[in-house]
């Protein structure tokens, strides 16, 4: 959207400039009439700011740059596949690219097995380890950038919008006031008092003539024409002053005023358009001038440039007039310049008006069309091949880039080149979504688990037959959930079936032997006919021999059968966590005190961290690579708050050991945080009160046998220094 301002404004600018540069070549020479509707050119340019096709003499071949960001701008509004995915369309979250290195698991705490509290164990990878996670830093720093330049982009409309008001009200006001004055004032002239030669014409355009003490100039409004007392009441002048004011009227530059109003209060910013109002306000007097003269005879020039030169002597006597627009001012350089171009009247030549003509197509040229390599810049896959296949053959050959030729940056090149892949393979997807049929939804096939996961790692050569597969199912309320898996795109694609109703959506999902059950779907909310309405659905994104991922989706059914789906997104809660959430690490009793908005608002719980005693705890996070969800939880009980439905999110906090890297999690309780629906919200949840749930605790085999090993370590070196001793 900047980028397309941007290149509104600088075409505009260039057409003012060329319309101003031709006025004044023009003067005398060409019809003042024609000259006039030049301006026409300029209202359609700023009212409709849209290039019509390319060329290679657009002013925009100049400014490569904003080629550049308008070609981003539309290739970031299709959004990569990996950032969407609450709609058809949309593909692959950021957590499907986590590397798989370690794994966490939410088990039942032994000292509360008493509790007949069942097992749920999610276990995801540990990006803390492993070192990656750099495509999710990336996103999220760009996200950050678009961030602050959609603050800014806000910041900036309102001021526009703030100028709009003001200048627009401005000028509202003082034509208010100057009708107002003109009314108050006004002593209509009667039909005989009118000249012979214009009364008729006044009469049948319905027009009536008026004076008005002290009013400095002649001047018209709707219907009505405004002289002052002082203006020549001779019959010849007071002719010429009609005519000219008539003239006016048939042109209908009453509309054009407005419009000039309109534009300057749009573009209050631009000082070309401010110029371009006054210059088109001075045409239109030249070419009522040249109207006039031609309505009342050419034998009347000179007497015509009589009375001109009559009336800028009375305007200067006449009193102030309050709230006069600009758009009406008459100025003593403004009456000269007219008069001048009476005296200097010649007749048109046909080579004048060709040349006229050649620069005018040359300008609107410049200022109406496109640069000629937008297309490359836009990044279609062909073009940009060309583009940089043409890079190749200059570096090899050292030969000259081609005339008008945009060289691109090659890192630019490659990052829309990239964009435009990602986008390719979620259009390619979505039409095979919605192209895949639909009777294997009836089917109910289940996932084979031990299948799918022998043939990605290699042990099978068949693979795993494609079609539809049942994740879940509510037989109760008549609700499932169906995978889509093809050898093109692999477990991507899910459709629901509410009734008969099916909704397709973009997701990625994984064969798990925890996916296929009944508890990982729930109704929040039924409509009137009994179907769901509202409903929550955990699943599993990602999984390999280590580790899996979960994620949580809100579906909303409208009650013509569509469903609008979110899938909560990490950021919203690791976010949340970092906002909201301090710990307090007391080493000597073992204890990290969990703080929610700070010390003073309470406690959210204790974590029992004594099973790290022999090591320096230094502070306590989130990790960013564990969570688990429940849908229907009873951890709150009387302490939840009231708008509390049962969703909750498991979130694992980590200890930061001095001397070790990575976050530790082994033994430690999760933090519950009640989520709370609200369409509103980004992944349809808002974040409720936390609390450590000391009914479960966090296992990572991965971290057990590193602590074991280290503690054998630490006990080995003990032992060689009391046999030293």
Known sequence: MTARILEMLITSSVLIIGILGLRKLTMGKISMRLRYGLWLLVAVRLLVPVSVGTSPVSVMNLFPGILRESAVQRNAGREPFWQESNELGAGESDAAYTETAGTATFGQNPAQKSTGQTDEAVSVPDK?????????????????????????????????????????????????????????????????????????????????????????????VGRCIYIGERTPGKEQGLTHVLAHEYCHRVHGDGFWAFLRCALVALYWFDPLVWAAAFAARQDSDLACDEAAVSLIGEEERFAYGRTLLALLQESGRGTECPGMPLMFSGSEHSVRERIVALAEKRKAEAVVLAAVLSMLLLVCGCAFTGAADQAVEEGRPEEMAAAKNSAGEQEAG???????????????????????????????????????????????????????????????????????????????EDISCYGLYTEGFGCRGVKTLIGEDVNAFD????????????????????????????????????????????????????????VDMK??????????????????????????????????????????????????VEEVQICTDTVAFELDSKVYAEEASEDFEGVVIHLAPGLKLKGHEGLWREGLSPLAVELIWDEEEDGGFRFGQPKVDDQLVCHSPVDARELQDIRQEKAGGRGVEEEQK
């Open 567 to 616: 899938v909560l997104p990490k950021e919203n809660y690791l976010s949340w966590a970092d906002w909201h959430l301090t710990f307090g690490v007391d080493q000597e009793r073992g204890q990290a005190r969990v703080y929610y908005d700070g010390a003073e608002n309470g406690q959210a719980g204790v974590l029992d961290i004594s099973n790290y005693q022999d090591f320096e």
């Open 128 to 220: 803390t380890q492993s070192g990656s996670g750099a495509v999710p830093a990336t996103m999220a720093e760009a996200g950050t950038a678009y961030g602050k330049r959609d603050i800014w982009l806000s910041a900036v409309a309102g001021l526009w919008l703030l100028g709009v008001f003001f200048a627009g009200g401005c000028l509202f006001w003082m034509r208010l006031r100057f009708v107002r004055y003109l009314r108050r004032r006004r002593r209509e002239i009667s039909r005989e008092e009118l000249p012979d030669v214009m009364e008729e014409k006044l009469v049948r355009r319905g027009m009536r003539v008026y004076r008005v003490m002290g009013l400095p100039s002649p001047c018209l």
């Open 398 to 476: 050292e030969t000259s880039p081609a005339p008008n030729q945009i060289m691109v940056p090659e890192g630019e090149n490659e990052e829309a080149a990239r964009i435009q892949e990602e986008s390719a393979k979620q259009d390619a997807f979505a039409k095979a979504l919605a192209d895949y049929d639909d009777s294997g939804l009836s089917e109910d096939r289940r996932v084979d688990v031990q299948h799918f996961y022998e043939y990605n790692a290699g042990k099978r050569e068949d693979a795993p037959e494609e079609g539809w597969y049942l994740l879940c199912r509510d037989e109760e």
């Open 507 to 562: 997701l990625v999902w994984y064969p798990c032997y925890m996916n296929d059950i009944s508890q990982n779907i729930r109704i929040l909310e039924r409509a009137q006919d009994g179907m769901p309405r509202r409903f929550v659905w955990k699943y599993v994104e990602e999984e390999s021999s280590v580790g899996e991922i979960w994620r949580l989706a809100a579906g909303f059914r409208y009650d013509i059968g569509t």
